[in-house]
């Protein structure tokens, strides 16, 4: 069974995109040698950012985007044995559109 996990306030949770494991040329890269993806696809948002007014204001990303990120952002978590990061919606550099 799947674990299910709702993000509090301006959260969001992502799955890094999959690390190349050959470099355009053919060569491969050992685990150590490579870096982590700083793109990802969003699964799980919260309900948005309280205000100082006390509003909640909606968050920009949704389900399913495709997003950039610092590389040092976020806190890593493993979800099912699978590696995912929790980040703030600041985080979020930009959204990667089709």
Known sequence: ??????PLQDRVIVKRLKEEERTKGGLYIP????EKPVEGTVLAVGNGK??????????????????????YSGTEVKLDGEEHLILREDDILGVIEA
């Open 1 to 6: 069974m799947a674990t299910k996990i709702r």
């Open 31 to 34: 685990d150590s040698a490579k």
């Open 50 to 71: 309280v205000l100082e007014d006390g509003t909640v204001r909606k968050l920009d990303v949704k389900e399913g985007d495709r997003v950039l990120f610092g590389k």
